[in-house]
């Protein structure tokens, strides 16, 4: 009995870890495109504020725009967002 509650308690581990590291950079690339055709930060950051988001911090991490934002009422969202056209994509 001890061994299973040993062994259910790392699988337990083991998946949340995977799913907590899958949503921080979404789990797959925003684009599949060159990075010659991606905006750059600043634009990409335009685009979104544009949709009335406010952006604190922003960078490009595994072909996928990361902004870090403050939502129309203020909450705090992470946006991944396509490169090359702005388009949000996903959202944490």
């Known amino acids: ?3 299973l509650i040993l062994l259910s308690s790392a699988a337990a581990i083991l998946v949340t870890g995977a799913v907590a590291a899958q949503a921080g950079s979404l789990g ?3 684009t599949s495109a060159a990075q010659s055709q991606w905006l750059s930060i600043e634009a990409l950051q335009s685009k ?3 949709q009335g988001y406010k952006v604190q911090k922003a960078k490009l991490k595994n072909a996928c725009g990361e902004l870090y934002a403050l939502d129309k009422n203020g909450g705090r969202v992470e946006l991944f967002v396509d490169p090359t056209n702005g388009n949000i994509v996903g959202q944490l």
């Open 28 to 30: 797959r690339p925003c």
């Open 48 to 50: 979104v504020e544009a």
């Open 1 to 3: 009995m001890r061994k």
